[in-house]
């Protein structure tokens, strides 16, 4: 595209002119979140290309009108995609458009590929030549082997809390940046205390619309609550009886000791559809039947998800006003600073394998051009692999020279399969 129709220029003068950010997102076929972030950030949905175009071309057309002109063939609006998502994927932080150009985006997902390589194997002379264990690359299976350094106990104890006062919590993060872990955690400890019911509604095939999955309903919940709760009770048929039978075996429960609490926690929340979205609202105020006034809730919820669940809980977004209004957001962000401790826990080792410079370029690898890190808990792992299979006969630690020279070896390899 010419200069006229510069990406961030353009977002910029439509700002400057209070174009409506609703118009905006009529036009691109996107939820008004993603077309705010397009106006007032220059943040395009980068994921999905097609997605991308349509805000690009949206915000051309919109540009040219703003100035009076007649917008090239180029910068024609795009016809609304009534089959499109409504809610985009979020923009991953600190990643600004790139131009505006397709082939700018498309460098962009490319470039994250190569940050989130496709898992290896260990080799057996890496194992034997640093001295580690066969099983330290697996997803911990017991409470100390599962890293709680930085930010990650911070989010940890927001859901602990979550789970023994109440309330509803939703914890945002990329995928493998260990939301699964500290579930499993959170699930584990809450089992030893033995004063919290954990429900779980299985999620394996949860899609957002029927015709790519299983969408998760009140009624999923309603199954899952009665099946922890209130085993071999037949349910009742309506949606009314069925919220009331769920408020009685809630209380039922909570009345076998005065500290029992039920927490439900519901993974890949990004996928959840928007009325069962709302749904939760009613879970979240359900109270004993059997007292009157105040009293506090019986049952506390806990969502996981991707950067995509933070689009669906956009105050942007009116239509689940009930459920933002009342929902506390935490996110997991990279390792950061934790970088050197997570490597020493997950190898299991007292020393340094990886001298302390060897772990700031890693850190320095895995950030993007834009200054995004890619530091989660999944990316490190397999990209440990790849250094300590590369690392073997060079010495007993590993040298930044290593690192560099193994992720060249590996990006090499990457693009020539492209």
């Known amino acids: 595209m010419s200069s006229q129709c510069d990406f961030q220029l353009a977002c910029v003068a439509l700002k400057q002119a209070g174009f409506p950010v609703r118009e905006l997102a009529r036009r691109a076929g996107v939820n008004p979140a993603v077309a705010y972030r397009a106006i007032r950030q220059g943040y395009l949905p980068i994921r999905n290309k097609d997605k991308a175009e349509r805000v690009m071309a949206a915000v051309h057309a919109a540009h040219f009108e703003i100035r ?19 809610i985009e994927e979020n923009p991953p932080d600190g990643v600004a458009a790139s131009g505006g150009h397709p082939e700018a985006v498309s460098h962009q997902l490319f470039q994250e590929v190569e940050m989130l390589i496709q898992k290896p194997t260990l080799t057996p002379a890496a194992r034997q030549a640093f001295h580690i264990s066969g099983n330290c690359f697996m997803p911990p299976d017991r409470k100390e082997a599962v890293f709680l350094g930085g930010d990650m106990r911070v989010v940890y104890e927001h859901m602990l809390a979550k789970a023994r006062y109440g309330g509803l919590l939703a914890v945002i993060g990329e995928s493998g940046s260990g939301k699964s872990t500290l579930k499993d955690l959170l699930v584990t400890d809450l089992a030893a205390e033995g004063e919290v019911v954990v429900i779980e509604p299985h999620t394996q095939r949860m899609e957002e619309t029927d015709k790519a999955g299983k969408t998760l309903k009140g009624a999923d919940i309603v199954q899952a609550i009665m099946a922890e709760v209130a085993p071999g009770i037949k349910q009742r048929q309506t949606a009314e009886a069925q919220l009331k039978q769920v408020a009685a075996c809630l209380a039922d429960s909570q009345s076998a000791s005065k500290n029992r609490r039920h927490l439900l926690i519901i993974e890949e929340t990004h996928c959840l559809p928007k009325p069962t979205l709302r749904h939760l609202k009613r879970f979240l105020e359900m109270k004993n039947p059997a007292v009157k006034g105040l009293q506090r809730p019986m049952l506390s919820i806990v969502l996981l998800g991707q950067p995509e669940l933070a689009d669906r809980l ?18 997991l962000p990279p390792l950061g600073k934790s970088l050197s401790g997570y490597i020493n826990h997950r190898l299991g080792l007292a020393t340094n394998v990886l001298e302390p410079a060897a772990v700031d370029e890693l850190s320095r690898l895995l950030t993007d051009r834009s200054g995004r890190s890619y530091a989660y808990p999944l990316a490190v792992d397999n990209w440990l692999m790849v250094i300590l299979n590369a690392s073997v006969g060079l010495g007993k630690s590993i040298t930044a020279a290593h690192v560099t020279e193994a992720h060249a070896e590996t990006i090499k390899a990457l693009r020539g399969a492209r």
């Open 68 to 86: 009076g002109n007649r917008p090239p063939a180029s910068c024609e609006e795009p016809k609304r995609n009534l089959n499109a998502v409504q």
């Open 314 to 331: 956009s105050p942007y977004d009116q239509s689940v006003r009930e459920v933002w209004q009342r929902c506390e957001v935490v996110h």
